[in-house]
Structure formats: structure tokens, C-alpha cells
């Protein structure tokens, strides 16, 4: 069975949305750019909420200077969007799941293929954490404090975790992976 992984940027108070002039795409420490990069090779699916995949597929198509494989990866990988009002997408490798996302994703979970990942679609996860499907959250953690905007974990979540990895970049930003337990 695939794995589920949850990968967020976020803000030292864990403000994942908006990202207002703490986080940059595509200007990146370069170790942070080699963890990213190893992590998507072993990623062949992303899932993403209608508003995140929107955004996306404004952006990363249309970018042309970028210097860390991002934009070749995600223009190349195959993009899930849940959504039921989204009625079509020009992005080159993207399906509209219309099902319930659990569902939906679940099917996804069962099928041959390496790690899914969802990033951004902050909604979505939420909805996804009651469920069980998420095997593994990657918080990457940047050196700024938002101070308002949505969580990582909704209000109100009890869950346990297990770290799995922690590495600290030059930069200031440190990856932390959790297993839900």
C-alpha cells in the first residue's frame, strides 16, 4: 500500500496559510533543495485542493528561471484535485477526484505506485486527519513567526506522534517528519 504523507511549510508557530513574506518557492538553501529533491523521487502522486491546485497551476507552469527541479517535478507528476466544482484543468497531468475525498484518496492508497503527497490544501488535510489515511507528516519549519492564519492541526485535535527524522539546515529551516500513532 502507498503511503499518504502530509508535506507542509510553515511558519515556527505553525501557520501554514497565508505565507506572507516568510517562504519563497523557488529561492532555497541548497541542502533544503537536495531533501526536497530526494523526497520527490519518491513521490510519483500529489494531491491537491482545489484553491492549492489553483494557485499551483497558475504559477509553476509559467515559471522558467527556476533553478531547483521544482517546477520540472511538479509539471511532470500526476496531479489529483479534489474537488466538486472545479469543471475542468488545463495542467498538464492533473484528474479532478469528485468522489469524497477520503474515498478517493483511499482508492489512490490501494493502487500500485510509490508515495502520495499532499502539500498546501490545508482544508483537505484537515479533513483527512480523523480519517487514519495520513501515514506521515513532513513539517518543514521556517525561521519566522506569522501570527495568524490556519494551523497545521486543527483547533481541538488530540493526536500522538512519533518522530521519525529531524534535520536543521543552514539556513534556520528544520524538517521534522512525525508518524501518527
Known sequence: M???????????????SPMDGWFDPTAQDEGVVAAINAQCREIDAVVLG????????????HQTDDTTGFTDYLNAVQKYVVSRSLESTDWQNSTILRGPAADEIAALKDAPGGDIDI????????????????DLVRAWMFPAVQGFGRRLLPDGMA??????ESRAFGCGVVLLEYRPM
Open 50 to 61: 482545489r484553491s492549492t491546485f489553483q494557485d499551483f497551476a497558475g504559477f509553476w507552469p
Open 119 to 134: 502539500t498546501g490544501s490545508i482544508s483537505l488535510v484537515h479533513s483527512l486527519w480523523p480519517t487514519g489515511l495520513i
Open 159 to 164: 493526536q500522538r506522534f512519533d518522530l521519525v
Open 2 to 16: 502507498r503511503r499518504l504523507i502530509v508535506t507542509e511549510n510553515m511558519s515556527f508557530d505553525g501557520v501554514v
